[in-house]
């Protein structure tokens, strides 16, 4: 029997899905829990939605340091302008120190980010940071390695003004399609609603995830080869 190698010292690059996706009141937010190391998977219930702010959150995906690091940065600028200015930081500033230190770092980084969540001045905002610094602000953006097989899905279903229910529907949909193809996508789907009452968290658990086309329904009995 061949031996199972694995390096512990490897870069632990987080093959994901993660997306977000502005409604009419607020944003959903919405991500795996499998964390993976080439073909292992290191952490099977990984919170992929990282709170920024009281009003923002971050969905990471690519080398698992790096985004780390970036958040822990952003989370630090953000807090001291909210003492300086004694109100909760608005979505663009966030994204705007995430941008500056990507961009900054390019070279050095293996990162990309969705930034998203609600504030006074500009209501719902999603932006997307794909690695290298680039900064765009869209109504809903998927990322990670699981994004490419949802893209057209998520392009031919979104729909503006979306009610909560529908936004969160969609966005555990698509999450759960992905997961479905994707070897890197698993576990369970976090999805965290921001919106003027604040933020609120819900938890699809893995048996509690829609099955997908051609996948075995969890606790049935897998099919047997006839000769």
Not at 56 to 62: A, F, K, L
Not at 113 to 122: C, M, N, P, R, T
Request: hydrophobic share 40%.
């Amino acid at each position: 029997m061949e031996a199972f190698n694995f390096d512990v010292n490897a870069e632990q690059l987080s093959g994901t899905t993660v997306m977000a996706a502005v409604y009419d009141g607020g944003v959903v937010i919405g991500a795996d829990s499998r964390t993976t190391s080439g073909n292992y998977i290191g952490n099977r219930a990984t919170d992929k939605v990282t709170p920024l702010a009281e009003n923002i959150y971050i969905c990471r995906s690519g080398a698992k340091a790096d985004t780390q690091t970036i958040s822990d940065h952003v989370r630090n600028y953000l807090a001291q302008q909210s003492i300086e200015f004694d109100t909760l930081p608005e979505v663009r500033s966030a994204a705007n120190i995430a941008m500056q230190i990507m961009y900054n770092n390019k070279n050095a980084l293996s990162a990309a980010l969705i930034v998203a969540g609600w504030d006074e001045k500009s209501g719902p905002s999603v932006f997307c940071l794909p690695q290298g610094g680039t900064l765009l602000k869209l109504p809903f953006t998927v990322g990670g390695s699981g994004s490419v097989y949802i893209a057209g899905w998520c392009d031919k279903n979104w729909k503006n003004n979306m009610t909560r229910e529908e936004c969160e529907a969609f966005v555990r949909k698509a999450v759960s399609l992905a997961m479905a193809r994707d070897a890197s996508s698993g576990g369970m789907i976090r999805t965290v609603t921001v919106t003027s009452t604040g933020a609120h968290r819900h938890l699809t658990r893995g048996h509690e995830v829609p099955v997908g086309q051609g996948e075995i329904q969890a606790g049935s009995q897998a099919p047997v080869a006839v000769a």
